[in-house]
T-cell receptor, first 114, second 115 residues
Framework: GNSVTQMEGPVTLSEEAFLTINCTYTATGYPSLFWYVQYPGEGLQLLLK?????DKGSNKGFEATYRKETTSFHLEKGSVQVSDSAVYFC?????????????FGKGTLLTVNP | GAGVSQTPSNKVTEKGKYVELRCDPI?????LYWYRQSLGQGPEFLIYFQGTGAADDSGLPNDRFFAVRPEGSVSTLKIQRTERGDSAVYLC?????????????FGPGTRLLVL
């Protein structure tokens, strides 16, 4: 079936540190891949996405590349800020027709200290 | 523009009671999804509507859960004979047809607590 495995947290970094959150997915079909972010007290927001192999999604300094050969979509940021503190979810779409239901990873809590 | 809205934002009920959770998608979005997020977990798919019909209800945990979308816009998730294990945040998301149809926009969720 479809599944997503992401790095367990929590992750604690100092401001301006480099961030990587690993995400791998099961290689069934041709999914689109996403990173969603949930800031404290807020709803899920789309951070970035990639719809096919070798695509790179980017937003707010975050990047992730769709790697079919390693079935990965790791999230990276070169210099994190305190305001990046949030829970990050990796997700993939179901493969089939117009049904784009998402399968999510368990989430990774990131805390950035000043 | 207006995003996805959900009401109520919080719901406290007693075990065995019936609850209804409402989702108002982005105007014009034909696809609507319900998810459930338990504490410390990622959201889990419940049901998908395309227009008025439930195209995929494979995520509903049992027959106490039901959802409708009679006019292809607002959707209501209904839970009968609630159990403590139903306590979670219920999320609704919508998406449009066309180029970005794989991108879902989420509402703020309804936090359900069953005592």
């Amino acid at each position: 079936g479809n599944s997503v495995t992401q790095m367990e947290g929590p992750v604690t970094l100092s401001e301006e540190a480099f961030l990587t959150i690993n995400c791998t997915y099961t290689a069934t079909g041709y999914p689109s891949l996403f990173w969603y972010v949930q800031y404290p007290g807020e709803g899920l927001q789309l951070l970035l996405k990639a719809t096919k192999a070798d695509d790179k999604g980017s937003n707010k300094g975050f990047e992730a590349t769709y790697r079919k050969e390693t079935t990965s979509f790791h999230l990276e940021k070169g210099s994190v800020q305190v305001s990046d503190s949030a829970v990050y979810f990796c997700a993939r779409t179901h493969s089939g027709g117009s049904n784009y239901k998402l399968t999510f990873g368990k989430g990774t809590l990131l805390t950035v200290n000043p | 523009g207006a995003g996805v809205s959900q009401t109520p934002s919080n719901k406290v009920t007693e075990k065995g009671k019936y609850v209804e959770l409402r989702c108002d998608p982005i105007s014009g979005h034909t696809a609507l999804y319900w998810y459930r997020q338990s504490l410390g977990q990622g959201p889990e798919f419940l049901i998908y509507f395309q227009g008025t019909g439930a195209a995929d209800d494979s995520g509903l945990p049992n027959d106490r859960f039901f959802a409708v979308r009679p006019e292809g816009s607002v959707s209501t998730l209904k839970i009968q004979r609630t159990e403590r294990g139903d306590s979670a945040v219920y999320l609704c998301a919508s998406s449009s047809l066309g180029q970005n149809q794989e991108t879902q926009y989420f509402g703020p969720g309804t936090r359900l607590l069953v005592l």
